[in-house]
């Protein structure tokens, strides 16, 4: 199994934690898992370097803060398995120029700052992902409903690829769990939680302080009418601090519906915001703690680095032989 979260931002956000880490953490019992940084992708839009740094070892202990234990998964950072890259060209060469110009999330971000003005990097984008999950021969990959499509991509290229050359990918499935795919920005519960939102107002960010996501929690838009009941299409914000609700205190949504069905919103959202406080609280300081030791942090990366390379360096290998390169031999061999 593997999954990766992008470093570009000051810190993750509840949709990352909600849709993709709980299930990294619920998994990696289960599954041999591989959990990374993917700094190669971050690079793809305009960014300052010396940021980047510092958040990838952010990233790092919010994964970690986050439960994911690296006694049990290899936590690490893409550019240090260099394989991630090397694969990706070799997929390049099996991707239609056609169908990764159908990529929605690509259409999406170089709409925001106008076609001309987004990178080669940003097209090519999904075929390194491709690569992240095809290097490690992964069945699963936990993600959010957003990343569906790229998993598409990546089953489409080994398929393709298996078929030209010979078995030689795994092919893998998106893991998504469809209760928490999802989550809404508070601010506007018709549009994914982002941290590329302009405003952060309704983004709870994993470095929030308490106070600061309470506040976020009881400023979120809610629905017209006063009626607290689950429902996504009618109720799309309320439907929201439901699901977090449950995510949170793990109660069921309808628990939480019968407790709150008499009262109004402001009663949810009240309540809501201390479970959040709290939650962020916890996370923060836990983050906080790892971040104090870079040492330990960047022994805890290398050392995944390594396991991932048991995997990936072989991968790559017969990825090379199939394709029909000639394997480099020492002078005199
Ligand atoms: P990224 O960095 O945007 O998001 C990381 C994970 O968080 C999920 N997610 C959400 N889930 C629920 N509600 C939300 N509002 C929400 N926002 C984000 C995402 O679906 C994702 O699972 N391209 C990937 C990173 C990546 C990757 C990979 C993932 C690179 N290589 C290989 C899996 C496998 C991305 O940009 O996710």
């Given amino acids: 199994m593997l999954s990766g979260a992008q470093p570009t931002a000051d810190s993750y956000h509840l949709g990352n934690y909600i ?3 709980r299930q990294w953490v619920a998994l990696q019992d289960e599954f041999e898992a591989f959990y990374f940084i993917p700094d190669l992708h971050a690079i793809t839009v305009e960014y300052d370097p010396a940021l980047l740094r510092e958040r990838t070892y952010v990233a790092a202990a919010q994964m970690l803060a986050a439960g994911v234990d690296p006694s049990r998964s290899a936590l690490f950072v893409q550019s240090h398995v260099p394989e991630h890259a090397q694969l990706a060209w070799v997929l390049g060469g099996v991707t239609g120029f056609g169908e990764a110009s159908r990529m929605t999330q690509f259409k999406d971000k170089s709409a925001r700052g106008g076609q001309d003005s987004a990178s080669v990097g940003l097209f090519t984008y999904p075929i390194l992902m491709a690569a992240d999950i095809l290097v490690y021969q992964a069945d699963k990959v936990p993600v959010g409903e957003d990343q569906r499509q790229h998993v598409e991509l990546t089953r489409n290229l080994a398929q393709r690829f298996n078929h030209r050359f010979g078995e030689t990918f795994t092919v893998p499935e998106a893991h998504i769990v469809r209760a928490t795919a999802k989550i809404y920005d508070l601010q506007d519960p018709t549009s994914k939680m982002s941290g590329s939102s302009a405003s952060h107002a309704g983004v709870i960010d994993l470095s929030d302080t308490a106070k600061q996501a309470a506040k976020k929690v009881r400023s979120a838009v809610t629905d017209s009418g006063a009626e607290i009941r689950f429902d996504p299409e009618q109720k799309p914000g309320i439907s929201n601090l439901l699901t977090i609700f449950s995510v949170l205190t793990d109660r069921s949504v309808d ?8 009262q109004q919103y402001g009663h949810l959202k009240v309540a809501l915001g ?23 942090l960047d022994r805890i990366l290398a050392e995944g680095a390594a396991r991932a ?5 072989p991968t790559l290998a017969a990825v090379y032989e199939a394709s029909g390169f000639v394997a480099p031999r020492p002078a005199g061999a």
Avoid at 255 to 262: S, Y
Avoid at 282 to 291: D, H, I, K, V, Y
């Fill in 274 to 296: 201390e479970v959040v406080g709290d939650f962020v609280q916890q996370f923060g300081s836990r983050t906080r703690e790892l971040l104090e030791d870079r040492g330990e």
């Fill in 309 to 313: 390379r048991e995997v990936a360096v």
């Fill in 255 to 262: 628990d939480l519906v019968a407790e709150f069905a008499d």
């Fill in 19 to 21: 849709g993709a880490f």
